[in-house]
């Protein structure tokens, strides 16, 4: 089993939160408009808890990278770190982020902005894990997850991954096992990726004139 690294580096994988390039899913219940409203208000958050939880460097991996405007425009903090997610698919950015941060003899928890009921404490637990388990993840509802963390890299975790399914999840966990990994399974959070998600938001997260609330099932 691998010890965990000195400091645990949490790398956010995001879009720039622009209208319609981000959370498109969610433009027909929030127009476009209100769908960038809202991936910046997940944005913020992903940033403000990651920094809040103080386990290492926090790094945004953005795509388009950090010189279009649309992140000029955020203010982010100044103390996080940034650098370009490139091109491919999710797998291939995703791997490329991992393999640079073990490569630099840190663990790292790898996050999505997707997540608002993620806090502060979850990716400390999360870092913590990585003490005694090669990798730790945080499915999802849906069958996705929203944290991934390794202490070493395993290409297997990334290639050829359904993605954007509900078998990502579970297939992870094959895959861990295949390769004879400890996995830590933290507790299962809701992702807001489709209109009827948007009933999980904490209160006052949305308030645009746009919004039109999803119907009760």
Known sequence: MSAAAAQVRIVIIAKAPRPGYAKTRLI????????AALAQQMLRHA????LQAG???VELCAAPNQHDPAWAALALPPRLQWSDQGEGDLGERM????????GRGESVLL???DCPL?????LQRAAASLHSHNACLTPTLDGGYALLGLNQFHGSLFDDMPWSTAAVAAETRRRAAAISWTLHLMTTLRDVDEPDDLLALPPGWIAHP????PTQP
């Open 118 to 122: 993620m806090d502060a404490s979850h």
């Open 47 to 50: 940033v403000h808890i990651a």
């Open 210 to 213: 746009d919004f039109t609330p």
């Open 28 to 35: 027909p219940a929030l127009g476009a408009q209100g769908a």
């Open 55 to 57: 386990v290492g460097p």
């Open 95 to 102: 791997a490329r982020a991992a393999q640079r941060t073990l």
């Open 111 to 113: 996050i999505g902005t």
